[in-house]
C-alpha cells in the first residue's frame, strides 16, 4: 500500500501546454505539499496545504496553481509551461515529521 | 537565504569507509534535525533525526553528531556499504512542524565496492 502516490510519474511536453499532476496520501495527515527538485538536488518547497487550506506559498510563478479537493489529495496545475519548469516534483504529507514523500513526477519541457 | 548549508556536495568512499556529512544553521530556534536519505527515482525518507539536548545519537550503522554551541551537526556512516549510495539532506526544523522544515543542499554519497 503506497502512503503518498502521484501520477504520472514522467510527463514529457512542450513549451506553453498545460499539464497538472496528481498526489494522493492515505495516512490521514492534516498537512500536504509540493516540492520542487532540481537538477542539482536541491529540494526547494513550493506549497503547503493544512486541510485543504493554502499555508505556504513560497516564490513560485503564479502559472503554479495547487488545488485540494480533500485533505488526502493535492493536486497541481502547471499553465504555460516554460523550459525552467523541468525538474522533479515531489508531493509529500505530515504535519509533523517526518513528512512522507511520494516518489516523484520527472517534468521534462521541450 | 540558505538557513541550512550542508556539505560536501559530493562524496566517495569506499566499502567499509566512514563518509561524513556535515551541516550547518544559523537559526537558534531550530530545536530538531532529521537526516533524510533519497535513492534515485524514489522521495526522500527519514533516515534518523536527533534534537539538541543529546549531543549524539545512534541507529545501526548511522550516527549524528551535534554540536550546538557551534550550530552544527554531521551524519556518520560506519562500514558503508554500497547499498548505502544515495543522496543525504540533512534538515531542520522548529517544533518539528513539517512547515517548517527547511533542507540542507544535499550530498551525493557513493560507495564503491
Known amino acids: 500500500d503506497t502512503a503518498v502516490s502521484q501520477t504520472p510519474k514522467y510527463l514529457v511536453t512542450q513549451m506553453g501546454n498545460d499539464k497538472s499532476i496528481k498526489c494522493e496520501q492515505n495516512?490521514?495527515?492534516?498537512?500536504m505539499y509540493w516540492y520542487k527538485q532540481d537538477s542539482k538536488k536541491f529540494l526547494k518547497i513550493m506549497f503547503s496545504?493544512?486541510?485543504?487550506?493554502?499555508?505556504i506559498n513560497e516564490t513560485v510563478p503564479n502559472r503554479f496553481s495547487p488545488k485540494s479537493p480533500d485533505k488526502a489529495h493535492l493536486n497541481l496545475h502547471i499553465n504555460s509551461l516554460e523550459l525552467g519548469d523541468s525538474a522533479v516534483y515531489f508531493c509529500?504529507?505530515?504535519?509533523?515529521?517526518?513528512?512522507?514523500f511520494g516518489n516523484g513526477t520527472r517534468l521534462t519541457v521541450t | 537565504q540558505q538557513q541550512v548549508k550542508q556539505s560536501p556536495q559530493s562524496l566517495i568512499v569506499q566499502k567499509g569507509g566512514i563518509p561524513i556529512i556535515n551541516c550547518a544553521y544559523e537559526?537558534?530556534?531550530?530545536?530538531?534535525f532529521p537526516w533524510y536519505q533519497q535513492f534515485p527515482g524514489k522521495g526522500p525518507a527519514l533516515l534518523i533525526a536527533?534534537?539538541?539536548?543529546?549531543s549524539e545519537k545512534k541507529e545501526g550503522r548511522f550516527t549524528i553528531s551535534f554540536n550546538k554551541s557551534a550550530k552544527q551537526f554531521s551524519l556518520h556512516i560506519m562500514d558503508s556499504q554500497p547499498g548505502d549510495s544515495a543522496t543525504y539532506f540533512c534538515?531542520?526544523?522548529?517544533?518539528?512542524?513539517?512547515?517548517?522544515?527547511?533542507f540542507g543542499g544535499g550530498t551525493r554519497l557513493m560507495v564503491k565496492p
Open positions: 534538515a531542520a526544523s522548529i517544533n518539528n512542524a513539517g512547515n517548517m522544515l527547511t
Open positions: 495516512l490521514g495527515h492534516d498537512t
Open positions: 537559526n537558534t530556534a531550530f530545536d530538531y
Open positions: 496545504y493544512n486541510n485543504k487550506e493554502l499555508i
Open positions: 536527533i534534537r539538541p539536548d543529546v
Open positions: 509529500a504529507s505530515g504535519t509533523f515529521s517526518p513528512l512522507h
